[in-house]
């Protein structure tokens, strides 16, 4: 029952927050965080709660509206649920109603896809949340050239997943699979690299993982920072997922198979991201590109078949969500007082600022992988087991790029905050209260998990170590 | 229960052919009405539409309390089952859509002329629904097409008459290859019965009668290369008339073309008769939305969708399995929803509903109507395939028909064709929600409010088939 109303809670709420005048965008904005609010107390409330299951289809396959937690959806949830508490808080402008009531859609669209048990259930929400996305994003810009390469990129890999699940339906019989020990899935060697294929696509490119991200920086740089907060914290991590919960039990020998493309594609991810943001000069697209390596990163520990790194990817999951959500909202605040986002322009703004230059400071520790917070913990316990698994070559590339993970984001802090002040640079108020309460559960959330990751890792070391064995024992 | 050649039609018979009868006689008693009034008024076209409207429910429901049982008629010429009575009815929603369209198209005292005709036309497509043998194919196709054809230029439009010419001409040619193909099919079996054909053994003529036929067919369907002319006739007939052709004439040929593949081709060279029908369903699938994204006129627009739309549904076809069948039943109803509801958006943004509409006219609906641009962005999601719609569904199921029948390169084609279609689709989503000056904008507003009923029941059917999708299992037999 829990589970059904986080997922359809926030859609209604979303397209009744239409109902709410468009010039009391303040209002729905509240109104949608009070809705992400309360969706974080449900999923605490009902993690443990039963799965909700209606049948759907028996021909051609068998399919169930079938929800419920697994031990990494509970806490992908609780980080959406942050994530959007935070983006509807900043909202404000003209269009804050309309992007409020879009946020809780997708909300509500990823809570789906994080929730669902069943594999076409997985994607009828992974197609939904194109949708919401591409609402916000045709607003943007004249020519909503963004929103394009978003919805066309997505809906390609959208389309695959599909055709993927189809194939999986009619080879398998049932699609009702996800997270379930007992499911007999024996998928022959002439499907399964189709199928495989198939997943792998969409996940590449919603993650978006080298060479299919080029819809990535364009998008968030047009986004609102609200809605890029989601995008980027936890809408990126559904690939991720999607790779953790069905092609590691489903899949694995063809994730083996795959290793080594994946293994390349995620080191050039990981090295060419960190080196397009240390030459970017939009601060949204230099956190965008950070991105771009640090899933590169997780892609890699995902494919390492190191139950050790599989677990720190676990963790990084949930940091990178933190930590590029608080730092997207930050540097949505800077915009808005600065009406740009140019570092060349910006600089200075520190010692005004001293609430503002502090979030984002956090932020960019985090990011940078400074020990005592989030990133570091993931980024350690994936580099360790990535070597430990004998990839030695992509432990040492990934840790050069972690290095450079620190050159781009001190240089994304000072562009800003240090420096002589900017005559040109309209002066405004430090971080209001609201924009605080926005950021500060994120910051809490990454500085919790980067003292102890624990309750995090414990909760999976069975589930992680059983799916595991399955992918190393197929090595 | 029924009758062999040379006995007297029983009354089953005739019960089975009630539904479609009924829909044929009404138009008499409308014409019949029609004459007692002196001068025009807006309670002669009330009158009209009403005694059609009322009378296609009864239609309606007779026809679906029929469903259960399987009537062989006219000793099999006619078949009226699960699979006629849900094609039947796709035809009947339509034209029901097509009448609250209408009621304020045209001049008073020819809107009882244009509603007979339009039943006319329905019932040849009914006729063509339960069609079991070669001649109540062509009885039926022409009863739908005679009508449609004087239909089509029935608009003050200049274009409203070239899109009748070449719709006579064009459809002409296409029951001339039908006809052609069915002789050449009478010469190799000597019968003109669909379970005669079946039965029959291989030979050159018979396989060339079957390609002319499904020519004359995909010339009806608009399958890609025989398309050409749809969205010239689309763009100049009454947007009704419009609506009602990309719904009800491809039910129609749909089902003939759906009994012909499954029943009436001998089951061993079947498969290789009916492999070039893949091949264009593949086409129209990309060429139809390749062709839709250069077009600026929403209804050469949906034109082009429904090219490609027919594409899908014949794609289920594909090894002609039980289950294929389903799930283009399926889609089509699906299709008729999402398109009729698409249809009656376009003719609530038009003063007399039917005006030239481009898409200009949309820009910045969302704001000025925003329940209009809500339901149109909510159709469009739907034929562009994305949850949580028919649309959505009916494909996936499609494309696990077409993937366990071994085509999984038509499964491939479709997917590629649906994600062109989402520019097609979302262009007009995105024209929907921009920021214009609505100084800029011509706003007109239909007086007629009775396409809301089409809007709101299309939008309900269409999510509601999206979440629970009923596939009708009473589809076969096909024949006997």
Redesign the interface.
């Known amino acids: 029952m829990i589970v059904t109303a986080l997922v359809l809670g926030p859609i209604v709420a979303g397209l009744l927050l ?1 109902a709410v005048p468009r010039e009391r965008g303040k209002i729905a904005a509240g109104l949608a965080a009070l809705v992400a609010a309360l969706t974080f107390a449900l999923a605490i409330a009902g993690a443990h709660g039963a799965d909700a299951s209606l049948r759907w ?1 028996s ?3 068998a399919a169930s509206f079938h929800l419920g937690f697994g031990p990494i959806s509970f806490w992908l949830v609780l980080l959406l649920a942050l994530a959007t508490f935070g983006g509807a808080l900043a909202l404000n402008g003209a269009r804050a109603r309309n992007v409020a009531a879009q946020l809780l859609v997708l909300q509500g669209a990823m809570n789906g896809v994080f929730l669902a048990k069943d594999l ?1 259930l997985f ?3 992974w ?2 949340m ?2 919401p996305v ?2 916000v994003l ?2 943007a810009g004249p020519y ?1 050239r963004a ?2 390469k978003y ?2 990129y997505n ?2 890999g ?3 997943l ?2 993927a ?3 999986f ?2 080879v398998v019989g049932t699609t009702d699979v996800i997270g379930d020990p007992n499911a007999h899935v024996a998928i022959g060697a002439a499907w399964g690299i ?1 199928i495989f294929a198939g997943f792998a696509l969409a996940f590449l490119i919603k993650t978006p993982v080298f060479p299919f991200h080029t819809w990535m920086p364009d998008t968030y740089a047009d986004l609102p920072p609200a809605a890029v907060a989601i995008v980027s914290a936890v809408q990126s991590k559904a690939g991720l997922y999607g790779f953790i919960a069905i092609a590691l039990p489903f899949l694995a020998e063809q994730m083996a198979q795959a290793r080594t493309l994946m293994f390349v594609l995620g080191t050039i991810a990981l090295v060419y991201g960190a080196l397009a943001a240390l030459a970017e000069r939009d601060a949204k697209r230099v956190v965008a590109y950070s991105s771009l390596s640090h899933l590169g990163l997780i892609l890699l520990a995902i494919f390492s078949g190191s139950a050790l790194a599989l677990q720190g990817a676990l963790v990084y999951i949930l940091a990178h969500g933190l930590f590029s959500a608080a730092l997207f909202l930050a540097l949505g605040a800077v915009e808005e007082r600065e009406e740009t986002r140019d570092l060349a322009r910006l600089g200075g703004l520190g010692a005004r600022n001293p609430k503002l230059a502090g979030a984002l400071m956090l932020g960019a520790l985090a990011a940078l992988g400074l020990p005592g917070l989030a990133g570091f913990s993931g980024e350690i316990l994936i580099l360790t087991g990535i070597f430990k698994a004998g990839y030695v070559w992509p432990a040492i590339v990934a840790l050069v790029a972690i290095v450079l993970a620190s050159a781009y984001m001190l240089r994304l802090f000072q562009g800003i905050m240090n420096g002589p002040q900017l005559p040109d640079l309209p002066e405004r108020r430090d971080m209001t209260w609201l924009e605080g309460l926005a950021i500060a559960p994120l910051v809490a959330g990454f500085l919790l998990l980067g003292l102890s990751p624990g309750p995090v890792l414990t909760y999976h070391t069975i589930v992680t170590a059983a799916e595991n064995t399955r992918v190393v024992g197929s090595r | 229960m029924s009758s062999g050649l040379g006995n007297f039609p029983s009354s089953a018979d005739y019960g089975a052919l009630l539904p479609a009868f009924l829909v044929a006689i009404v138009p008499l008693l409308i014409l019949f009405v029609d004459l007692f009034y002196r001068e025009s008024g807006p309670w002669r076209r009330v009158v009209a539409v009403g005694i059609a409207l009322v009378w296609l429910i009864v239609a309606g429901v007779l026809q679906g309390l029929q469903y259960p049982h399987d009537v062989i008629a006219f000793g099999g010429a006619f078949v009226q089952g699960g699979f006629s009575i849900v094609f039947s009815e796709i035809v009947i929603v339509a034209t029901i859509a097509t009448l609250l369209l209408s009621i304020g198209v045209g001049r008073d005292d020819q809107v009882a002329g244009t509603t007979a005709l339009l039943l006319w036309s329905a019932s040849g497509a009914m006729l063509m629904a339960g069609a079991a043998n070669l001649m109540i194919v062509f009885l039926g196709l022409e009863l739908l097409s005679l009508g449609l054809y004087c239909l089509c230029a029935m608009s003050k439009r200049p274009t409203a008459r070239e899109s009748a010419l070449k719709y006579l001409i064009l459809s002409s040619m296409a029951s001339g290859f039908l006809l052609y193909g069915s002789a050449l099919l009478f010469g190799a079996t000597g019968s003109v019965a669909f379970a005669a054909l079946a039965a029959a053994t291989v030979t050159p003529l018979l396989a060339l009668g079957a390609g002319l036929f499904i020519v004359g067919l995909a010339f009806k369907l608009s399958l890609v290369p025989f398309h050409a002319w749809t969205p010239d006739v689309y763009e100049g007939a009454p947007l009704p008339i419009t609506a009602f052709m990309s719904v009800a004439t491809k039910a129609g040929t749909l089902a003939v073309l759906a009994r012909f593949a499954y029943a009436a081709l001998p089951s061993e060279r079947a498969a290789a008769i009916l492999a070039p029908l893949w091949v264009l369903a593949a086409l129209s699938m990309l060429i139809g939305n390749l062709g839709a994204l250069a077009q600026t006129d929403m209804k050469r627009l949906l034109a082009y969708s429904g090219i490609a739309q027919v594409g899908y549904i014949v794609t289920a076809f594909a090894g002609t399995t039980a ?1 294929g069948l389903r799930y283009a039943m399926l889609y089509l109803a699906g299709y008729t929803f999402m398109n009729l509801g698409a249809f009656a958006v376009v003719a609530l943004m038009a003063r007399d509903g039917d005006a030239v509409v481009g898409l200009p006219r949309f820009a910045g609906l969302a704001r000025r109507r ?1 329940w209009l641009a809500g339901a149109m962005t909510f159709f469009l ?1 739907g034929l562009a ?4 719609t028919i649309g ?1 569904t009916g ?3 499609i ?3 077409t ?2 029948a071994g085509y ?1 390169w038509l ?2 084609v479709l ?1 590629a064709g ?2 062109i279609s ?2 097609v689709y ?1 262009k007009i ?2 024209i929907m ?3 214009v000056d609505a100084a800029h904008v011509r706003d007109e507003r239909s007086s007629n409010v009775l396409p809301w009923i089409a809007v709101g029941v299309c939008a309900a059917a269409t999510f509601v088939l999206g979440i629970f ?1 009923f ?1 009708p299992s009473n589809v076969l037999p096909l024949l006997k």
């Open positions: 239409y289809l021909r051609p396959f076409l994607a009828l929400f197609d939904l194109l949708i591409f609402l045709i607003d909503a929103a394009w919805l066309l809906l390609a959208g389309l695959t599909l055709l699940t189809a194939a339906g009619v189709w | 289950l925003p999601i395939g994305l949850p949580p959505f494909k996936i199921l494309l696990a028909a993937v366990g999984a499964a491939g997917i649906t994600a989402a520019y979302f989503v995105r929600f921009a920021e999708p596939t």
